[in-house]
């Protein structure tokens, strides 16, 4: 008995050490010891042991501070560039079968169509066999006008709108990650349709961070027809037919002064941004900062095809549909290329940074943009921390008042039920927040309710004559049900949470479940070792405290 004793004791005291080692040392135990010291050499040890803390438990944006953005994903523009690159296909296709046409293009009012027009009657039936098998992700029929129609089956629309979400999220996430704001959350709102929910805690330049997020930096090298135009109208005449060409307005650079100019390109890109494998920052000839991109094996067999058949033709590099520069192409290029321009060395470097985590699917519109001050956070933290505290004295007071010499044994287990919550979050990098210490709160009810049913059965069987080790033993198996019943109904309660919540209900439903967990553990498993150990001591017959 005494052997077996020793064992659950070393056993507490073993994840006893292990979850104060989560709470001060954490996942970068050398990053928290010299935080550590840093803080105990300038303000001693009570700061000591708050860098440990603030170094391990990350707190939420209600709670730090910070940007709390929600963005919808234009998804049309998405679908629209799928129709688009069909309709480059159809062309070059159509031209090596020599199948004729007068034109292909897409109707204004959907981005889902493609028109396929001027195609003589003996050559529809080889049209459409061919564009089945190529473009089998379209539907085709024919409209009033005998030209062909190609639609873009329903279930493709809506897998390409997920995944322009989901890849949305992906490459906010790596911009976001590369700028190392901690913790953010990056996930899809619930409450809207391919929307996107962001908060970045503790961000020192929101407005920087915004940038970064918004911008598409859809990098496109397209065909240039003419310009610098003074004016839309004035690119518009000379431009001829605007089927297959487009008026981009131009930067300041790009025409060597001030103002607005603008350029006729092609519609279509010869390289866009997903073909870009590497971008990095460097210097031009009179040392100003410029990028550099590297493209794909694919897109530099292409786009030496391009510039190799267009040499004396002009060539605009666009970034987010306006003309950055315009050159002609004097020989051909592969596939290395350089963006220069009135570049400082943090847009540059910003530049690259989105270029090498790849082009947004489409762009993006800011719903909603709220900001949490540092100093709201301070007094939610001083807040819910009080009320904690508070709340925990009021128990503890209770438990010893009301059940005497066991409430010692309830007492000693919230405290270690605390160390483990917070040793859990200084591992798993879980965010505490607002909503998630009023699940600590709750967890410390929950704690003492389990307690609470544990010693009532004790007492029941010491008033049926059981003796005090029977009566622990009857006490603790006939309440092991009803605990487990009711912790398992609050963990699927908090799964739900988790599930279905955004970032603060989310924090709740993690620290309440862990919590919980944590219940189950110095509940039944320590508070029956602390009864043994006090039980072992006690002559045959002698009263227990409860």
Known sequence: MKKNLEIKTGVIVAI?????????????????VKKMKEAAAQKGLGAAVLAGLQQNIHLGLDLKGGTHLILQVMVDEAVNSETERA????????????IPFTEISKPTDRVDQVLVKGVPPEQTTALRDFASESLAEYDISSN??????????????????????????????????????????????GLGENQILVQLPGVDDPSRVKDI???????????????PFATEQEAAQNAGSLVDKIILKGSSATKGGGGDAYYVVSRSSVVAGRDVRRAEVGRDEAGRPDVGFDLTGEAGRRFSQFTSSNIGNLLAVVLDNKVREVATIQSEIRDRGRISGNFTDQSASDLALILNSGALPASIRYLEDRTVGASLGLDSIKAGVTAALVGMALVLIFMLIYYHG???????????????????MGFSGAVLTLPGIAGVILTIGMGVDSNVLIFERIREELRAGKMPAQAVDQGFARAWVTII???????????????????????????????????????VFVSRVIFDAILSKKQRGEALSI
Request: no cysteine.
């Open 213 to 227: 997020i918004q911008s598409t930096a859809m990098l496109q090298i397209k065909q240039a027809f003419g310009g």
């Open 87 to 98: 309709v480059e296909r159809l062309k070059e296709d159509l031209n090596s079968k020599n």
């Open 144 to 189: 009033a006008d005998n030209a062909l129609v190609l639609t873009m089956k329903p279930s493709i629309v809506r897998d390409i709108k997920t995944r322009a979400v989901q890849q949305s999220m992906e490459t906010i996430r790596s911009r976001i990650d590369t700028l190392g704001v901690s913790e953010p959350t990056i996930q899809e709102h």
């Open 485 to 523: 019943d009711t912790h398992i109904t609050t963990i699927v309660s908090a799964l739900i949470l988790f599930l279905f919540g955004t970032g603060p209900v989310r924090g709740f439903a993690v620290t309440l479940a862990f919590g919980l967990g944590a219940n189950l553990f110095t509940a």
């Open 16 to 32: 006893l050490l292990v979850f104060l080692w989560g709470i001060f040392l954490g996942r970068d135990p050398q990053e928290s």
């Open 406 to 424: 066991a409430g010692i044994n309830a007492d000693l287990g919230l405290f270690l039920n605390l160390i483990i919550l917070l040793g859990f």
